[in-house]
């Protein structure tokens, strides 16, 4: 995660954070995001797994359930990590920051992440971090903004907010343009009413490219739909995910080829 800032908001709001996950408050991911990370899990019986952004780490314990033989656990907040020691004492946690993981090469059969991605301006220097860190062939299995949703522009109306990406026009004329999709930013945000935070938005063709770049192939990349059972819980919620994607969920592997330096794109004529 990018910025003091940011840290600073989950170190000071660590404990309600943990509430919120561990009472499945927080419907998107409870009902959206969680539901679709597991749907997408290998065989990780007597696997060597790592957690980046595990939060106050509910996840690495799911990991070690479904039989993985080693989990460790990162986040650069120490207050969640901390909380993860203490709840969690049956995996490994270190307070580190994503972009310089501080692990052996080929140290993990696989590497999960859940809606961690996006706190970052450069995707590279993490995701060459985590090919390193990979046994050959190995995977990263990872959740993020869905920049639809996310390049939308915030409308706050008293303690109503809205995202809008779209355009309005005046006959021929342009009148109003909402939101930015083409354009990377770093966007500065209030969630759950108290909790200011910092993410950035890049668009898909981007985030491709420095996947690309990184070394990794794209398996499998999902738009979730939440639960039907939502439905029932936050009706309004349920509305709006079943339409609008809020996360994206990436399958990547480890490629067996992978140039350091970005190849040369031959040059195309101008048929103009």
């Known amino acids: 995660m990018e910025g003091m800032k ?32 597991y749907r997408k899990l290998p ?50 946690f270190h307070v580190m920051d994503m972009r310089k993981l501080n692990f052996p090469g ?16 450069d995707w590279r220097p ?28 915030i409308i706050q109306s008293g303690n109503k907010k809205s995202r809008l990406l779209g355009y309005a026009k005046t006959g021929d004329r342009l009148k109003k343009v909402w939101g930015d999709y083409q354009h990377s930013r770093r966007i500065n945000d209030v969630w759950f009413g108290n909790m200011e935070v910092s ?28 639960l039907a059972s939502l439905k029932k819980v936050a009706e309004d919620d349920y509305a709006l995910y079943n339409r609008i994607p809020l ?6 592997r480890k490629a067996s080829r992978f140039a350091q330096s970005n190849p040369r794109v031959p040059r195309v004529p101008d048929l103009r």
């Open 247 to 252: 996360f994206m969920v990436f399958e990547l």
């Open 106 to 121: 080929n140290s993990f059969d696989f590497v999960y992440s859940s809606l961690a991605m996006h706190y970052l301006k």
């Open 6 to 37: 940011l840290t600073d908001s989950y170190n000071q709001r660590a404990n309600e954070w943990v509430d919120r996950i561990r009472s499945g408050k927080n419907f998107a991911h409870t009902y959206l995001e969680k539901p679709a990370m």
């Open 126 to 153: 993490t995701l060459r971090g985590i090919r390193n860190v990979l046994k050959p062939n190995g995977r990263f299995l990872f959740s993020t903004h869905h920049p639809a949703y996310w390049s939308g522009e």
């Open 199 to 226: 993410y950035y938005h890049h668009p898909l063709s981007k985030i491709l490219k420095e996947i690309r770049d990184s070394g990794f192939e794209v398996v499998d990349l999902i738009e979730p739909k939440p």
């Open 43 to 92: 065989n990780l019986r007597n696997k060597a797994v790592l957690c980046i952004g595990c939060g106050s780490a509910e996840e690495c314990m799911h990991l070690l359930d479904l039989g993985a033989k080693r989990v460790v656990g990162i986040d650069v907040s120490r207050e969640l990590i901390a909380i993860a020691r203490s709840s969690y004492p049956e995996a490994e």
